[in-house]
């Protein structure tokens, strides 16, 4: 593949989406051929999933469904559009990729991580990140910036869960922290964005 996967995850309100907005308009004035998408969704059939997965009223989801609704989503989206825009030698930002599902289906839901692993390989085509932002905040923090909004299925879980969901995060970036960029998103954006720039220049070589 030509191009550059580059994802953005953490857990709720952690300000991942925030700065995807400026890594985007920082390489669109570069004049840098970007893909920005999000998970899951970003194509219709990925949005369709989306939709039953935060669904409020399916509760009664178990966490397998759960987990190979976000994989189908993935699959499609990988397919659709990831996998052909890295041919094309594009810069594909996505906001949450495989991390999250070990992070929230796996540390959050007890779901066996070497089987969300192998299954994520073929949902992913075996396409990995180049390099991946994980905004780290305490998960009480991060929920009360996102209090205004209606609340989705994963949102509405209880605190112990969004901090294990936090601490996969943590053990993720810990095993990989050439890929894994582990972020403080508890300051102010501007100075978070520095940091991203930063990782971002290196990587794409662009000072
Ligand atoms: N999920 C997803 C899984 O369980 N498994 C999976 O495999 C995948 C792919 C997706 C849900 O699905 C789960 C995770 C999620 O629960 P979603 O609606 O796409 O749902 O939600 P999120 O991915 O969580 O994205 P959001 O856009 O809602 O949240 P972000 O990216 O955390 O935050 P953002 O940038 O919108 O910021 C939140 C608020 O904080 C402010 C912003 O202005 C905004 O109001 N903010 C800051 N405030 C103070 N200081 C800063 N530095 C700030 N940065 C942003």
Redesign the pocket.
């Known amino acids: 593949m030509k191009g550059t996967l580059i994802t953005?995850e953490?857990?709720?309100?952690?300000?991942?989406?925030?700065?995807i907005e400026l890594v985007c308009r920082y390489l669109r004035k570069k004049n840098k051929p970007i893909l920005f998408v999000?998970?899951?969704?970003g194509v219709k059939i990925s949005e369709k999933v989306?939709n039953v997965?935060?669904d409020i009223r399916n509760a009664k989801m178990g966490s397998e469904c759960?987990t190979l609704l976000?994989m189908a989503?993935?699959a499609q989206l990988v397919k659709e559009v990831i996998a052909p825009a890295l041919k094309k030698g594009k810069i594909v930002l996505c906001?949450?990729?495989?991390d999250?599902?070990i992070?929230?289906?796996g540390y959050?839901n007890g779901v066996d991580i070497k089987a969300i692993e192998r299954i994520g390989r073929f949902a992913t085509q075996d396409i990995r990140p180049k390099m991946t932002f994980f905004?780290d905040i305490d998960a009480k923090k991060?929920l009360s910036?996102?209090q205004g909004?209606k609340k989705?299925r994963?949102?509405r879980r209880t605190i112990s869960y969004h901090n294990r969901v936090r601490q996969g995060y943590i053990q993720i970036a810990r095993r990989e922290p050439g890929r894994v960029k582990l972020i403080n998103?508890?300051?102010?954006?501007e100075e978070?964005f520095n940091i991203v720039k930063g990782h971002i220049d290196r990587l794409l070589k662009l000072r």
């Open positions: 953005f953490g857990s709720e309100g952690c300000g991942k989406s925030t700065q999000r998970e899951p969704g989306r997965l935060l759960e976000y989503a993935r906001d949450r990729f495989l999250s599902t992070a929230y289906q959050g905004f991060g910036r996102i909004r989705d994963i949102e998103a508890d300051q102010p954006k978070i």
